[in-house]
């Protein structure tokens, strides 16, 4: 089965940029979408299909992805946008949906 | 507005069944494929099941193929999830969500608050 591989933490002071991977294989053939998990509440959809925001989501937020590895940017980091940033994938070949295992972002 | 609401979550049995449903509002219910997602306690996110738009395919993870069971009512813009077999592993918070499709890659663009599921004896 396909695996995402996410670091487990980032720290960043307010006001600095997160940066946050998502490994897997070929990822950059696929689209890769990120929720935004804070403490207490339901997944938050930020970016789809690599780099696309839905609306409501500020412009800080974007993304990339090539190669072996997607990206998660966060500019302008605030003390909301600590929480757990999960990537996720659809494995085609199954029909499976794939999660990585969450990178938890700690402003400073 | 878009609003997931779950329900039918509770303390099960090992062996045992339990059936979680999920009522949707403000979207055209009809046109999106649903799933549903868990996250044990400190967990993780991991996706159980997807079924599509008219409920004609269904698909799931290896560990709960052949012991739940994905379906939805569309006159009644809702989606459940008949489990059974249940294990103490299957212990998580049950999202709901809904897939939109019209994207390039179907991101789970709406979820619920989640129903708590414990599987203890």
């Known amino acids: 089965s396909y695996v995402l591989t996410q670091p487990p933490s980032v720290s960043v002071a307010p006001g600095q940029t997160a940066t946050m991977t998502c490994g897997g294989n070929d990822i950059g053939t696929k689209s890769v979408h990120w929720y935004q998990q804070r403490p207490g509440q339901a997944p938050l959809l930020v970016v789809y299909?690599?780099?696309d925001r839905p609306s409501g989501i500020p412009e800080r937020f974007s993304g990339s992805n090539s190669g072996k590895t997607a990206t998660l940017t966060i500019s302008r980091v605030e003390a909301g946008d600590e929480a757990a940033y999960f990537c996720?994938?659809?494995?085609?070949?199954?029909?499976?949906?794939?999660f990585g295992s969450g990178t938890t972002v700690t402003v400073l | 507005e878009v609003q997931l609401v779950e329900s039918g979550g509770g303390l099960g049995r090992p062996g045992g069944s339990m059936r979680l449903s999920c009522v949707a509002s403000g979207l055209n219910f009809n046109t999106y494929w649903m799933a549903w997602v868990r996250q044990s306690p400190g967990k993780g996110l991991e996706w159980v099941a997807n079924?599509?738009?008219?409920?004609?395919?269904?698909f799931y993870l290896d560990s709960v193929k052949g012991r739940f069971i994905i379906s939805r009512d569309n006159a009644k813009n809702s989606l459940h999830l008949h489990m059974s077999n249940l294990r103490v592993e299957d212990t998580a918070l049950y999202y709901c969500?809904?897939?939109?499709?019209?994207?390039?890659?179907?991101?789970?663009?709406?979820w619920g608050p989640g129903t708590l599921v414990t599987v203890s004896s």
């Open positions: 079924i599509k738009e008219d409920g004609s395919d269904q």
């Open positions: 299909d690599d780099d």
């Open positions: 996720q994938v659809w494995e085609t070949s199954n029909d499976h949906f794939v």
């Open positions: 969500a809904s897939v939109d499709c019209a994207q390039t890659s179907c991101p789970l663009d709406h």
